[in-house]
């Protein structure tokens, strides 16, 4: 079964870091697109960051360029979120998703396949 566990949130002040982890479990990176999203009660989901596991190429929504890093480990199976200079407005829950992908360039939008169950990212001071 093809699945995707995700992790690493917590409480951090303005300004503070943060590294969420995404174990795929089932499958690699090969032929699939890993993106994190996030969701704020009573808003929509949004995409945040993603890339292809064809080449790597990350993709990231412009509030969080600059700030926030996607990248892989292939030998532990793990997608990484670094999230750093938190800002309030970042407090969400986070999700993993994984979807069959053939493309160097990556792409989010809300069908992918597999998804995590969510890690709460609280910025407050």
């Known amino acids: 079964q093809l699945h995707v566990v995700d992790s690493g949130g917590g409480l951090v002040q303005p300004g503070g870091s943060l590294r969420l982890s995404c174990v795929l479990s089932?499958?690699?990176?090969?032929?699939?697109?890993i993106a994190w999203f996030r969701q704020v009660p009573g808003k929509k989901r949004e995409g945040v960051s993603c890339?292809?596991?064809?080449?790597?190429?990350?993709y990231y929504r412009e509030f969080v360029q600059g700030r926030f890093t996607i990248s892989r480990d292939s030998a532990k199976n793990t997608v990484y979120l670094q999230m750093n200079n938190l800002k309030a407005e970042d407090t969400a829950v986070y999700y993993c998703?994984?979807?069959?992908?053939?493309?160097?360039?990556?792409?989010?939008?809300?069908?992918?396949?597999?998804w995590g169950q969510g890690t709460q990212v609280t910025v407050s001071s």
């Open positions: 998703a994984a979807h069959p992908w053939e493309f160097r360039e990556c792409v989010m939008f809300s069908d992918y396949d597999i």
């Open positions: 089932g499958f690699s990176f090969d032929g699939y697109v």
């Open positions: 890339i292809s596991g064809r080449d790597g190429n990350p």
